[in-house]
């Protein structure tokens, strides 16, 4: 993951305000035309475009086996073809009974006519079904039992059942397989049974010379047993088979998990270093607030601690440094800033008290002051949030988000940085809390071109990174996002490099989310939604998405939704590109 470009400034006693760090443009395409370096509170993408794209895989050992099962099948029917032609061959050398053979040729004509149907069916993978397969499998295991009374109930030719009985039991569907080895172990015996009363004369190439019934059965035992045993070799080879290949999957999240993390740890160091202790302007008094010390600082600005000079007041400044002061463009977004957040006056939007415009001797932005901590650090401390945490944040940070869509505001950097969990200074719950809206845009109105891209890339709508229009939409994009690094413990795109970062915005989809972590699949699909390239396709507020996630996880998700859902991922599956 890059750096952040704006970040929530938070000193070390977890109190906080609105703040940002910016880092150089990234000489490319992707910054917008003619665009000046970021401000605090603005910024743009960072580091140079250099790495080249890359998808994250995203399969399931369930999907590895099915793979694996495709390619055992078509190598199992030129195996049983090829196993027709030379027991033909050996029918029309040997002779024997003409009802036997002609019951032999009946059989091998059955085990042909299936297997070049599976066959023409397997011309593509995802042809291949249980549904398909098993009817294959069926005629193939009555075809067997003709070949046997053909050569002999007693005969070496049982040996054929365990074979074919080995290859169908190691299939995904432990229905089907069940119904297979019922066949093979039923029909075998039934046929035994028959010839050993006399009820069916036996008339295969290798009849046993003599021998009591007792001896006979001893032989049918052995086979069964046999029969049995291969199928629960088979279904526990299957089970061994899966469990590694979940084990190394989980190994291998884990790696990429932490590496994740690792670098969130980094930037929270990073930004540990910069804040705490005295600065340019403490001890200077600013309209009505004394500023004390430094609690967060960027690129082009800081944010001070300040007390009002009368009542004593505890508030936030953030201000701009002198470079930022240096830059007429900078000032006026600093100020636009202070115009969107004053605007929304919402319990889940951080509170303007005061804004000290270009007459003042420094402009600056008074905000209430926050006490507690970002979503940054919590999930720093904790990894995840519960499924109720999560609703409880996707439905506080959509009521700010839609005070903001009515006001015709679109946020832009909606990151965990840039949420707040506020205890509140009277007493009673924490809330949720909206910070920094220094690249948020006006819709009709004032504000950054649309073809500015700025935000966090991680965190960013498709259309965001694509430089294209933005909507309400777009901030919804970015609270799934969250909701996914929450739910997950990792964010939903990572890369070392901005390219290879915005290609994975632009183009593929993160992980299943039950693939890292235990989820339903419902959530699955709530989240595809929530993550969905087409803004069309996403879920209309925050209070929308908070409330399927509280259905997913209680299994009473809309089946409008799952259908929804499930035609997204049919255009974009988890861990797929476009």
């Not at 800081?302 to 009368?310: C, K, L, M, P, S």
Request: charged share 20%; net charge neutral.
């Amino acid at each position: 993951m890059l750096p952040d470009d704006k970040e929530t400034l938070v000193d070390g006693k977890g109190a906080a305000a609105e703040g940002s760090e910016s880092s150089r443009r990234a000489p490319s395409s992707l910054s917008a035309p003619g665009g000046a370096d970021s401000v605090a509170g603005y910024g743009s993408l960072s580091r140079p475009l250099s790495s080249p794209p890359s998808t994250m895989g995203s399969r399931t050992a369930a999907d590895a086996l099915h793979e694996q099962e495709v390619d055992r099948t078509r190598v199992f029917i030129r195996l049983a073809q090829l196993l027709v032609c030379v027991v033909a061959i050996a029918g029309v050398v040997a002779g024997g009974d003409g009802v036997a053979q002609a019951v032999l040729y009946g059989g091998l004509v059955l085990v042909l006519g299936s297997t070049a149907w599976l066959s023409f069916a397997l011309r593509k993978d995802g042809q291949y079904t249980t549904k398909r397969a098993l009817p294959v499998a069926l005629a193939n295991v009555l075809g067997a039992l003709c070949g046997i009374y053909y050569f002999g109930v007693f005969s070496p030719a049982v040996v054929v059942l365990p074979f074919g009985l080995y290859f169908f039991s190691a299939a995904q569907d432990f229905r089907a397989t069940m119904i297979i080895f019922a066949e093979c172990a039923g029909l075998y015996l039934a046929l035994v049974v028959l010839v050993m009363l006399g009820v069916v004369v036996d008339r295969g190439l290798l009849v046993p010379p003599g021998g009591t019934l007792i001896a006979q059965a001893v032989v049918v035992a052995m086979v069964e047993t046999i029969l049995f045993a291969t199928f629960l070799i088979a279904r526990s080879t299957r089970t061994l088979t899966l469990l590694a290949i979940d084990r190394h999957n989980r190994a291998q999240r884990g790696l990429i998990q932490r590496e994740a993390l690792l670098k969130e740890a980094r930037l929270d160091l990073d930004r540990a270093l910069r804040v705490g202790g005295l600065g340019r302007f403490s001890e200077t008094v600013l309209g009505s607030y004394r500023l004390g010390k430094v609690i967060g600082r960027g690129a082009f600005g800081e944010v001070y601690e300040a007390t009002h000079v009368e009542t004593q007041q505890l508030v936030a400044v953030k201000l701009l440094n002198s470079g930022g002061l240096a830059s007429a463009d900078l000032v006026k977004r600093f100020l636009r800033e202070a115009k969107i957040a004053a605007s929304l006056r919402v319990p889940n939007v951080v509170r303007v008290l005061e804004i000290g415009g270009l007459e003042a001797e420094l402009p600056y932005i008074v905000m209430e002051r926050l006490i507690g901590e970002d979503l940054g650090q919590l999930l720093g401390r904790e990894r995840t949030l519960n499924m109720a945490k999560t609703v409880a944040l996707v439905r506080q940070v959509g009521a700010g988000l839609l005070a903001a869509r009515a006001a015709g505001i679109v946020h832009r950097d909606l990151k965990p940085r840039n949420l707040f969990l506020a205890a509140p200074p009277e007493g009673g719950p924490v809330a949720w809390k909206i910070l920094d809206f220094g690249v948020s845009k006006l819709i009709d109105g004032e504000g950054t071109q649309t073809r500015d891209i700025v935000g966090t890339p991680g965190y960013m709508a498709p259309e965001q990174a694509k430089g294209g229009e933005v909507t309400h939409q777009t901030d919804l994009f970015s609270l799934g996002a969250i909701a996914y690094r929450a739910l997950t413990g990792r964010p939903p795109f990572s890369a070392d490099h901005v390219v290879e970062l915005m290609f994975q915005v632009t183009r593929a989809m993160p992980p299943r989310p039950s693939e890292l972590v235990k989820v339903s699949p419902d959530v699955d699909l709530v989240l595809a939604i929530a993550l969905a390239k087409s803004p069309l396709d996403r879920f209309d507020s925050g209070e929308e998405l908070a409330v399927a996630l509280d259905q997913a996880a209680r299994g009473r998700l809309d089946p409008a939704l799952q259908e929804r859902a499930q035609a997204v991922l049919a255009k974009q599956p988890w861990g797929g590109k476009a």
